[in-house]
């Protein structure tokens, strides 16, 4: 019976994730962060972040890579979808923005539309609740488009890791997120 839940369990994941496409813009979009935050802005956020990784067990994280049977069973199905179609509803409208106005993607807008808007901060005011099921959509996901990088950028404002500093490795698609994620994890797992 555990195994025919757990069968019925991760199709519905699987069947979830194939149905989120991405964004139709799919290019890649860097990370204006220390082009459009101000310093006091940074210091803000990470003022209101309260809670870590170091609160998660990245159990899942191991030196061979992600094992994906223990993070489908440590998802709450709820809270991956919840955090799935907020993101989702907020890149459509995104999308919808930068077709209205050619140049709405190169004006830098965007990026505060995604940062401010309700439905982002909604996911990351769920905390640790919401980090496993965004590192499983991102994982999972084989494209690296728009909705990706909000949910490596969700992520990575909850996470608390710092990807700015000199000696750190940067990100500028949800494919690079994963990698530096993962590596900050085990990195504090040693």
């Known amino acids: 019976m ?6 019925t369990f991760l199709t519905m994941v699987v069947c979830l994730i194939s149905l989120i496409p991405g964004c139709k813009n799919q290019n890649n ?11 006091n802005q940074k210091v803000a956020i990470s003022e209101e972040h309260s809670e870590t990784t170091e609160d998660v067990d990245w159990e ?4 061979n890579g992600v094992d994906e049977t223990l993070l489908l069973k440590n998802i709450d199905e709820k809270t991956l979808t919840y955090v799935a179609q907020q993101l989702q509803n907020l890149c459509d409208e995104i999308d919808v923005k930068g077709r209205k106005n050619k140049f709405y993607w190169l ?10 808007s309700k439905q982002f901060n909604n996911v990351v005011s769920l905390g640790n609740k919401a980090m496993k099921p965004l590192f499983l959509i991102i994982y999972k996901s084989k494209q690296a488009g728009m909705y990706e990088w909000v949910c490596s950028k969700a992520l990575d404002k909850m996470s608390g890791f710092d990807f700015s500093g000199e000696n750190v490795e940067h990100w500028s698609n949800s494919k690079e997120f994963i990698k530096v994620f993962s590596d900050k994890i085990l990195e504090q797992k040693k």
């Open 107 to 116: 004006t830098g807008q965007w990026y505060n539309d995604v940062i401010y």
């Open 2 to 7: 555990k195994r025919i839940k757990y069968y």
């Open 60 to 63: 899942e994280i191991t030196e």
């Open 29 to 39: 979009f860097s990370d204006n962060h220390s082009e459009l935050t101000t310093e």
